[in-house]
């Protein structure tokens, strides 16, 4: 068994909203190995911002929303860590970016008192050096003029350059776990691939591991090495991007991967999934996406699918898939 | 340097509004009374007296000559001479102006103070008993009749307890302090008098509590709203995911965006504080411009009151116009929008 | 408008509203019923009883020439009372007039508004008050007047800044279309969509305007005596005060309570018609 920087166990978690307790996260299990970028894939509501959140331990209502599971990172349950244990890890060892770089920078402060203000929460030097080293991260993810930038407001830099930002001051600390939610959604498609050309040489140059969002299948498909598949707070596939791209086993990534529109097909109807995302509330008996699932057997309503183990680390959560073995 | 321009470009609109300043006040003592000419020589004049004052002042004439003449006045300073007194308006108000700026900027400080904490404080503690706290005093801040908490807290503090001295701005047996700003407590501080530092301290203390507690109840409000809107801002995650303290989140993170809007506030404060002093001056026989309209109101001594009011008003526009520039400085977004 | 199931929904859920009408609907009560409330004339004079501390006789005591102070109390109810609604009622009906007219018309007319009204709000409102109260003689009716023209500009804003809004909404330009008169579209249109804001306001407005109007009879501006009004009878209470604290703290409790509960009820009403205020 390889060495994990993080590795999710059973994890589960209930959120407050409006007034009601809704369990978003059913029991999720997955891991991330040292130096690679794993894939979280899945569509809006199918929970994988509240995983990236549980991990940060950022969570509305804070550790009572995690009811069940643990999260290991290096080893140690950040499910038991204090706040102040917690605010130590965050920016030093573990890391995020966000989807929207318009909205997550301060804007009445200079990116140079921010970024100065992260590395001195978690490093213990003099403001010149942190001011130097903010200077170096600047220039290492490509920012033309460095001074410049630090110097000016977040409103006169453009959402390219802010997520350029985001990333220098994610990896000033040397993070061992960078987890992107969803960096380049909000980009143009030009801007996109530059910050994805970034990332990854970012990740190459510093050997930390990354947490990848998103809810499109091609990014991942061009950025990560093994990917886990979501839907509605579950993890239904989970394996090597490869094998799962070129032959899913899962009725809901085949779908998935089947609706993406392709040139190639010159197919004239576009295909989508029947039906919606479960309502996150429902108590659902089986596996929670036969409803709309094409290949349901009878015993879908019935119970939860047993998790199946493929060669290669490839794990399903399907009927059909233990069945056909 | 963009101060400068920023008051380039204001000042015709604030010229505007000194004109329309000088137009009202001159409208309430000119145009509304029934006799003005009895408004400006006083109740008790007698016919003869009337009928001079009316040539002397020229109320014979139309309106708009009247009104050049009143503005023509008060660009040399005249305010007139108060019946009461029967000194000119302007020097009296001149005279009595540093001990009301003494207690409305005391009270203004003490506003923001415990307004501002009271407001992060309701803010962090959300729904829990620190919010209720400050909801209460905040609640209580605005129901109470300034006239009454000045004179309870005169009962419970001076006659009472014997904590606070309730009249004056110093003891009786202290002289003032040589003349510098008119403060007691700089002029006290400059010349190295101890006692009349202290002295000046305890006389403020009952006089800017009350002026303060009804508006720091706005203040406290208003930065609690702005706070937990702040909070709920996507910036603020991403401060928390880069691991920054509980306490530089909220005191300067939040906070520097909380005010914002609070800055505004800050300048209407300012004037209701100015409002208040009528009030607070009188109750605690505070020898500043509230005290002497008030004086004046009980004579109709009708060029004081305008006196007044217009220096009232104009005092208040320009701190309206520093509170905007203090916006402008504390906004980096603004400054390039304009 | 919601519908009244659900008001009472709201106001029992939140308890301190229901306590703001409950005081609210108390001194409206006092002040209906003050005539047949008071155990004496509130203003029969009786010198050899004067300044007696409260007892079973006089449960607020005496004034300075002897008069039952509960009972005046108990009048000054009504007058504060019928002054704060009068002060807003006319504040809002002249505001809400001239900010629609104002801000549906645009141009110049608009531009000349905006302007008076950005100068009277260059004047503090309390002195601003008192200078008009001054100006217009010494009574309580005078007092109403000034107080609420004090207030006018902050409807002729607050409605002016709805009208600019609602103006551009579909349904009035097709109204237009149609050839409707202004005055047809502003009352049909403009107007009752305008009016959540001002009712808020009016409801906020009520305790502020009580105690402008009291602080303005303090100096002397306002009911004239004999009248029982709060702050009158605070103002002669002020020599008395030290030595007869029930003078001054009687009626100041009467004008702090029915503040509060003007205030509360405001708030109940402001969370109630506007969802954004929730925090």
């Not at chain 1, 802010?162 to 001051?169: D, G, S, W, Y």
Request: charged letters at 15%; hydrophobic letters at 45%; aromatic letters at 8%.
């Amino acid at each position: 068994m390889k060495e994990t920087i993080l590795s999710i166990e059973n994890l589960t978690v209930d959120l407050l909203s409006g007034g009601e307790i809704r369990r978003v996260l059913h029991d999720i299990s997955f891991d991330v190995f040292p130096g690679e970028i794993l894939g979280l894939v899945g569509e809006s509501g199918s929970g994988k911002s509240v995983t990236a959140a549980a991990i940060m331990q950022l969570l509305t209502g804070g550790n009572k929303a995690i009811v069940g599971g643990k999260i290991l990172f290096k080893g140690q349950d950040l499910v038991n860590k204090t706040p102040a244990q917690m605010q130590a890890i965050r920016g030093k060892d573990m890391a995020m970016i966000f989807q929207e770089p318009m909205t997550s920078l301060n804007p009445v402060f200079t990116i140079g008192t921010q970024f100065v203000d992260i590395i001195r929460t978690h490093k213990a030097i003099t403001e010149k050096e942190a001011i130097q080293h903010a200077l170096n991260m600047l220039k290492a993810v490509h920012i033309p003029d460095s001074e410049r930038t630090f110097q000016s407001y977040p409103y006169e830099l453009s959402g390219g350059m802010r997520q350029r930002v985001m990333i220098a001051m994610a990896q000033s600390c040397s993070p061992s776990l960078l987890i992107a939610d969803e960096p380049t959604t909000a980009l143009d498609v030009t801007i996109q691939a530059q910050i994805l050309r970034l990332l990854r040489a970012t990740v190459k140059n510093s050997r930390s591991s990354v947490i990848f969002i998103s809810h499109d299948l091609g990014v991942i498909s061009q950025l990560c090495q093994r990917v886990a598949v979501m839907y509605a707070g579950e993890i239904i596939e989970y394996g090597v991007v490869e094998t799962i791209l070129q032959d899913p086993k899962h009725p809901y990534t085949k779908a998935l991967l089947h609706s993406i529109p392709d040139f190639s097909t010159k197919s004239r109807t576009l295909t989508s999934i029947p039906g919606t995302v479960p309502d996150v509330q429902a108590v659902m008996t089986g596996c929670r996406f036969h409803p709309r699932c094409a290949e349901r057997q009878e015993i879908c309503s019935k119970q939860k699918p047993a998790p199946v183990t493929l060669p290669e680390n490839h794990h399903i959560n399907c009927w059909k898939v233990s069945k056909e073995r | 340097m963009f101060i400068l321009r920023y008051f380039i470009k204001r000042l015709p609109r604030l010229l505007v509004v000194f004109w329309g300043v000088s137009v009202i006040t001159f409208a309430i003592s000119h145009v509304i009374p029934g006799d003005p000419a009895r408004m400006l020589a006083g109740q008790k004049a007698s016919q003869e007296t009337l009928t001079k004052i009316r040539v002397e002042l020229g109320l014979d004439r139309p309106i708009y000559v009247q009104y050049l003449r009143y503005a023509g006045d008060l660009l040399h300073g005249d305010m007139g001479t108060s019946i009461r007194t029967q000194q000119p308006v302007a020097s009296e108000l001149k005279k009595y102006f540093p001990a009301t700026l003494e207690l409305t900027l005391v009270s203004m400080l003490l506003t923001l103070l415990i307004g501002i904490s009271l407001g992060i404080l309701a803010a962090v503690q959300r729904d829990r008993w620190g919010d209720h706290v400050s909801r209460l005093i905040s609640l209580l801040g605005v129901s109470t009749p300034l006239f009454w908490s000045g004179l309870l807290v005169m009962i419970v503090f001076y006659k009472w307890l014997q904590l606070f001295p309730a009249s004056g701005r110093l003891d009786t047996f202290l002289t003032p302090p040589p003349q510098v700003t008119g403060l007691y407590l700089l002029d006290g501080l400059l010349a190295g008098d101890g006692r009349v530092v202290v002295s000046a301290f305890e006389h403020l203390v009952l006089p800017a509590s009350c002026l303060a507690y009804v508006q720091l109840a706005v203040i406290a409000r208003q930065v609690r709203a702005s706070m937990i809107q702040v909070l709920s801002l996507d910036y603020i995650r991403t401060a928390k995911a880069f691991g920054l303290s509980n306490r530089k989140i909220i005191c300067q993170y939040a906070l520097k965006n909380a005010l914002l809007p609070t800055v505004t506030v800050a300048g209407l404060i300012f004037g209701e504080l100015l409002g208040g002093a009528i009030i607070t001056e009188t109750i605690f026989s505070w020898p500043g411009m509230g005290k002497y309209v008030v004086d004046s109101v009980a004579f109709l001594d009708f060029p004081a009151i305008m006196g007044f009011t217009m220096v009232v008003a104009l005092s208040y526009v320009l701190i309206n116009l520093l509170v905007d520039l203090l916006y402008r400085v504390l906004d980096p977004q603004i400054r390039e929008v304009e | 408008m919601k519908s009244f199931g659900s008001v009472y929904s709201i106001l029992r859920r939140n308890s301190l509203t229901l306590l703001g009408c409950f005081i609210v609907l108390v001194m409206l009560f006092i002040g209906l019923a003050a005539p047949v409330l008071s155990p004496y004339n509130p203003v029969a004079i009786d010198i050899v009883n004067k300044l007696q501390a409260p007892s079973a006789a006089h449960w607020f005591g005496t004034d300075e020439i002897g008069r039952d102070i509960f009972s005046r109390v108990l009048y000054g109810c009504r007058i504060s009372i019928q002054v704060g609604l009068y002060i807003v009622l006319l504040a809002a009906v002249v505001g809400t007039i001239v900010g629609s007219i104002s801000g549906y018309q645009g141009g110049l007319l608009d531009q000349v508004i905006m302007t008076i009204t950005d100068i009277l709000l260059s004047f503090p409102s309390l002195v601003l008050a008192m200078a008009l109260a001054a100006a217009l003689g010494p009574s309580l009716y005078n007092t109403m007047l000034a107080v609420a023209i004090v207030k006018i500009p902050v409807y002729v804003r607050l409605v002016r800044g709805q009208v600019l809004s609602l103006k551009e909404q579909s349904y009035v330009k097709a109204a237009q279309t149609f050839g409707a008169s202004q005055a047809w579209i502003l009352s049909r249109h403009i107007i009752p969509n305008s009016l959540a804001p001002v009712l808020i306001q009016i409801t906020l407005g009520i305790g502020e305007a009580i105690l402008t109007a009291s602080s303005l009879s303090f100096i002397g501006l306002g009911a004239q005596p004999p009248t029982p009004e709060w702050g009158a009878m605070i103002s002669t209470a002020r020599i008395y005060a030290l030595d007869q604290w029930w003078y001054v703290t009687f009626p100041g409790i009467a004008i702090f309570t029915t503040v509060v509960g003007f205030n509360l009820l405001g708030d109940g009403i402001r969370d109630l018609l506007d969802p954004r205020s929730k925090n």
